[in-house]
């Protein structure tokens, strides 16, 4: 039977962190574990990304080199061998490939990145691909085995 003078906290509910700026009595009253006077025991501080306390940060400290092309096009690829693969384990069941169709299967990872399609491996099923690149090898291996290939980007 709990009385008012064996209450305890739930399992879990109490948590040991200090409690600043709650008086003399708590231990860390008067400058609350700030320290005395500078940026950093005021009000409203907020420490510069990267800032090193004055030395050279590391952002600086590094060599630049190279070129980053902020309109280059990623892509997912997929090898000819793969859709023969699909198309054995009975995943790709209609004729038509396309990304929607090979994201909604598994086959690729992200609806939005445009696909790739690559001539490694042998296709003899004849697909109608839908892909924003593909290879001239992989064009002509799904051609020969009658099929047909859209670009579209």
Do not use: W
């Not at 038509?96 to 992200?110: E, K």
């Amino acid at each position: 039977m709990k009385h008012i003078g064996n209450l305890t906290y739930a399992e879990g509910a109490k948590k040991d962190r200090k409690r600043i700026g709650r008086g003399q009595g708590s231990g860390h009253g008067g400058t609350s574990t700030r320290g005395h006077k500078g940026a950093q025991s005021r009000s409203g501080y907020t420490r510069k990304v990267g800032f090193e306390g004055g030395q050279m940060p590391l952002h600086r400290r590094l060599p630049k080199f190279g070129f980053f092309n902020r309109f280059r096009v990623e892509y997912q690829v997929i090898n000819v061998n793969r859709l023969q693969e699909l198309v054995d384990n009975n995943q790709l069941t209609g004729n038509i490939v396309n990304l929607d169709v090979l994201y909604t299967i598994g086959a690729v990872a992200n609806s939005r990145i445009p696909i790739k399609i690559l001539g490694n491996g042998e296709i003899t099923t004849a697909l109608n691909i839908e892909a924003a690149k593909l290879t001239a090898s992989a064009q002509q291996k799904i051609e020969s085995a009658g099929g047909t290939v859209t670009i579209n980007e």
